[in-house]
Every structure is written in structure tokens, then in C-alpha cells.
């Protein structure tokens, strides 16, 4: 029973992330690689293995990049989403907590500081 090593064994879940990074998001901005990395990492986990043999990636190897590319788009929206929805929300928050009339934290101190000035 003596098969070809690329029929018996396959890539592993760092050689997969590698290949769909390299061939899909590659960027010269650094801190963009990381994040795509850390979301690739949670699409492709460590202990994934389902990836069949090198023969099977290399012939079907699209299929599973579209798969990987389309659950990498849903977490990729999820975590941008969330994170401008949060960013936005705090900076509204911040900005009334700040400023509001009559009892703003920074109120008493710009009408001090505008009456001075006037």
C-alpha cells in the first residue's frame, strides 16, 4: 500500500492561512496584516484539519478559499462593525457628558474662561 506522500498527507491550518493571506490580502500596512491575520486565525483555528491531501488542495483548493474568504468577510464585518458602532456611540457620549448645559463637567470652567476672555 505505498501511495504518493501528496495523497496520504495534507497541509496544515498554518500552511492554508498562509496561502489564502498571501493570495488574497497581502498588504504592505502592517498593522492591516495583523488584523487580517488575527481574523484568518479565527476562521482557520490551529486544530483544523479538513483540508483532504495536497493533491485534493491543489485541485480543489479554490472551493475551500472561497469558503474561507467568505466566512473571513462575515467576522471582518462583525468586528469593524461593532467596533465604529462603539467608537461612535462613546465619542456622542463623551461629547455630552462634557458639554452639556447646565451641569457638563467642562462647563464651569469655559464659562469662566470665556468671561475672562470677553
Sequence with gaps: MNE?????????????RDD?????????D????????DI???VVP???NDFGSYR?????????HAEIKNQFALEFAKKNHFTKIRNN???RWIMDRLYRF??????????????DLA
Design 89 to 91: 456611540f462613546i465619542c
Design 40 to 42: 484568518l486565525i479565527d
Design 30 to 37: 502592517i498593522n492591516k496584516n495583523t488584523k487580517i491575520l
Design 102 to 115: 447646565p451641569d457638563g463637567l467642562r462647563v464651569k470652567e469655559l464659562k469662566t474662561e470665556f468671561y
Design 4 to 16: 504518493p506522500w501528496y495523497q496520504s498527507s495534507g497541509p496544515s491550518s498554518h500552511e492554508v
Design 20 to 28: 489564502v493571506f498571501n493570495k488574497y490580502f497581502k498588504s504592505n
Design 46 to 48: 490551529e486544530h483544523r
Design 56 to 64: 485534493g488542495y491543489a485541485c480543489f483548493g479554490n472551493q475551500i
